[in-house]
């Protein structure tokens, strides 16, 4: 079983960064696709950015393309979101998930395992 766990969220204004961090517990790291969902208040959860296993494939959303950036070290079981030019719609929880399955899924159903979240606001 793989647990992760968010740090790094916080408030910032716009146009500041962020740097979230996951790392998800198990031996097997370098074999999952990780992925980043957001949550805004009153709203579903909502496809961020994804990695694939070797860290050279990625996707993203395209209300964040330009802005973030999503990176692995797989040495360290750590997946980042550096999260630029932030915005007030960026303001949510922020999830980390594991997946699978070959290719990089955007749909929050096809992933296992999940953390608890980390907020992020961005104040205007």
């Known amino acids: 079983q793989v647990q992760p766990v968010e740090s790094g969220g916080g408030l910032v204004q716009v146009g500041g960064s962020l740097r979230l961090s996951c790392v998800a517990s198990?031996?097997?790291?370098?074999?999952?696709?990780m992925g980043w969902f957001r949550q805004a208040p009153g709203k579903e959860r909502e496809f961020v950015a994804a990695i694939y296993r070797g860290g050279i494939t990625t996707k993203y959303a395209d209300s964040v393309k330009g802005r973030f950036t999503i990176s692995r070290d797989n040495a360290k079981n750590t997946v980042y979101l550096q999260m630029n030019s932030l915005r007030p719609e960026d303001t949510a929880v922020y999830y980390c998930a594991t997946d699978r399955a070959l290719g990089i899924s955007t749909q929050s159903s096809e992933y296992d395992y999940w953390g608890q979240g980390t907020q992020v606001t961005v104040s205007s």
């Open positions: 198990g031996r097997t790291f370098s074999t999952y696709t």
